[in-house]
T-cell receptor, first 112, second 114 residues
């Protein structure tokens, strides 16, 4: 099955700085890569996703890049704010299969 | 997106008993899933809840321990049977609305087994 590795496990950044989280996947058939944000005691919320037919996608301060050849994808958060503090999970699946394999998560702390 | 509710939101159970968790969606959805999130851990897929047929279980999860029902396109239940402290986790249902590719999660059920 699919194996998704995520690094780092924790990330502390100064408010206004950028945060980068990296994930690798093992199954070359995977072609859908969502990112979820989970605040303490809350459900995971989708923040951005990317399909394998594109290399980059942006949504305001958030961007995701995908390197299919290397089988890795990254989340970039610019101009971090205290409300960005949360656990972030990457995931991978085969589109139309929908079974998500999650990374271990990254706890992001934004220092004011 | 879909509005998803789960009942109960939390429960404390004695070992050896069972807990049934309900997942209700405000619209018909094609795909429904059940995930487990152990304390401080990531999410692991338990099974796909198939409407009108037996659920499809992932490796390491069996029907006797996690029976699932899905009588229609808006509702599913997950039962965690013969509880042990190791079953203490958050159980989340998720759905993929028919006109989308995005997967949305329910609020989760926090289970503590004593």
């Amino acid at each position: 099955g699919e194996n998704v590795e995520q690094h780092p496990s924790t990330l502390s950044v100064q408010e206004g700085d950028s945060a980068v989280i990296k994930c690798t996947y093992s199954d070359s058939a995977s072609n859908y890569f969502p990112w979820y944000k989970q605040e303490l005691g809350k459900r995971p919320q989708l923040i951005i996703d990317i399909r394998s037919n594109v290399g980059e996608k942006k949504d305001q301060r958030i961007a995701v890049t995908l390197n299919k050849t290397a089988k890795h994808f990254s989340l970039h958060i610019t101009e971090t704010q205290p409300e960005d503090s949360a656990v972030y999970f990457c995931a991978a699946s085969i589109l139309n299969d929908y079974k998500l394999s999650f990374g271990a998560g990254t706890t992001v702390t934004v220092r004011a | 997106s879909a509005v998803i509710s789960q009942k109960p939101s939390r429960d404390i159970c004695q070992r050896g008993t069972s807990l049934t968790i309900q997942c209700q969606v405000d619209s018909q959805v094609t795909m429904m899933f059940w995930y487990r999130q152990q304390p401080g851990q990531s999410l692991t897929l338990i099974a796909t809840a198939n409407q009108g047929s037996e659920a499809t279980y992932e490796s390491g999860f069996v029907i006797d321990k996690f029976p699932i029902s899905r009588p229609n396109l808006t509702f599913s239940t997950l039962t965690v049977s013969n509880l042990s402290p190791e079953d203490s986790s958050i159980y989340l249902c998720s759905v993929v609305p028919g006109d989308q590719e995005t997967q949305y999660f329910g609020p989760g059920t926090r289970l503590l087994v004593l």
